[in-house]
């Protein structure tokens, strides 16, 4: 089986490899065409992301594994602010936000969706190259895509831990779906409220 999330990850980071390797700035002072590439590779991703956790969410509801649908939903909702976050970076650069028409997702068992959504190694990747594409973004002097990257590293990183820990307690996913806290400043996705992190009272729960 196809592991989409891997294939999605090595599209992203290729063209964000790309991108660095060809930055420039216009030569009117305009906006810096690699960070915009980054961006809409980070759009692309997150927005195959979301399709690709609803279907996982779909499947656990019909294998019986509710909380596990619940947290599916949830981080797909994540997704959809950080993509929309990004997407708003892109225009104010002065970019065009590419169309993005995803294909359906390669489905598997509630276990191996788990299990693919909680690569270690892959998600290791995506936070240090994150990590230098914040900090690249800093140098720039764009400050609000240096934001919106780092909520996207931060985020990206607690949802593989939570995908790790439903994997191993899977058995403990049945039963009504429990329901995810999400911050709607940042997306990141807590197990319970007190968790959330989130540096305002503006956080949704998700089932």
Known sequence: MTNLRTWMWIAL?????GCMQ?????????????????????YRAETIAQDRYLAFAAKADDEGYK???????????AEQILYTYHFDAI?????????????????????ENLEKSSNKAEAD???ADYTT?????RAEGNRNVAKVLEYARIVEAQNVRLFAVAA???DQMRGG???????????????????????????????
């Open 91 to 111: 225009k104010e650069l002065g970019g065009v936000p590419a169309e993005v028409n995803p294909e359906p997702a390669t489905v598997g068992s509630t276990k």
């Open 125 to 127: 990747q995506f936070d």
């Open 177 to 207: 779906p429990r329901g995810y806290y999400i911050c709607g400043v940042s997306g990141v996705v807590s197990a319970t409220l007190d968790a959330a992190n989130c540096s305002g009272p503006d956080w949704e729960k998700v089932k």
């Open 133 to 137: 594409y914040v900090k690249n973004a």
């Open 22 to 42: 060809s930055a420039i700035l216009a030569a009117d002072g305009g906006p810096n065409l690699a960070t915009i590439d980054r961006l809409q590779a980070a």
């Open 13 to 17: 980071f290729a063209v964000i490899a």
């Open 168 to 170: 191993k307690s899977l």
């Open 67 to 77: 909380q596990a649908a619940s947290l599916f939903r949830a981080v797909a909702r």
